[in-house]
T-cell receptor, first 112, second 115 residues
């Protein structure tokens, strides 16, 4: 079964810290992987999309990496700020399907 | 910036009422999706569409129905609302073909409460 897992479920860090969020997937035959941010009660905001042929993508303080062989993606957030507090979700699009399969998310709190 | 809109943002309605949640996108995306999400919980796909007149049920069983008469519009209907339908409903869209899928964009969601 194709599953996506995010550990830890929650993370609390002091402002200014660099941090890494993890995403694991069970089937390495992915088409692409997307990272999202969700604020409480809101929709999802797309952060980064990594195609299967790419190793990483960067946007500002965010850097996402992809290692298909190990079934892992990481989202690196540099110099975290209280405004980064949100739930971060990764979603995988597998080759055979057209649907995104989501992980359970990591709820991040950055304390001032 | 995503051009996908959901209305209403919040809805409180009585049991047994018929409701339609609206989702529209102006990006010309052929693929559209409805997800259901309870507070603090995972997203579950309930419906999707690959294009006009194409709709399929998702992984999570749902009593709702959808239609796709126009590319930009993907409404979700509950014929008879029940308290168990209380949840947040999220609409998404992306461009794609049989072999290519681009970045997915989400609307702001509709928070439905059935009393």
């Amino acid at each position: 079964k194709q599953e996506v897992t995010q550990i830890p479920a929650a993370l609390s860090v002091p402002e200014g810290e660099n941090l890494v969020l993890n995403c694991s997937f069970t089937d390495s035959a992915i088409y692409n992987l997307q990272w999202f941010r969700q604020d409480p009660g809101k929709g999802l905001t797309s952060l980064l999309l990594i195609q299967s042929s790419q190793r990483e993508q960067t946007s500002g303080r965010l850097n996402a990496s992809l290692d298909k062989s190990s079934g892992r993606s990481t989202l690196y957030i540099a110099a975290s700020q209280p405004g980064d507090s949100a739930t971060y979700l990764c979603a995988v699009n597998w080759n055979a399907g057209n649907m995104l399969t989501f992980g359970g998310g990591t709820r991040l709190m950055v304390k001032p | 910036e995503a051009d996908i809109y959901q209305t209403p943002r919040y809805l409180v309605i009585g049991t047994g009422k018929k409701i339609t949640l609206e989702c529209s996108q102006t990006m010309g995306h052929d693929k559209m999706y409805w997800y259901q999400q309870d507070p603090g919980m995972e997203l579950h796909l309930i419906h999707y569409s690959y294009g006009v007149n194409s709709t399929e049920k998702g992984d999570l069983s749902s009593e709702s129905t959808v239609s796709r008469i126009r590319t930009e519009h993907f409404p979700l209907t509950l014929e008879s609302a029940r308290p168990s339908h209380t949840s947040q409903y999220l609409c998404a869209s992306r461009k794609g073909t049989q072999t290519m899928n681009t970045e997915a964009f989400f609307g702001q969601g509709t928070r439905l409460t059935v009393v």
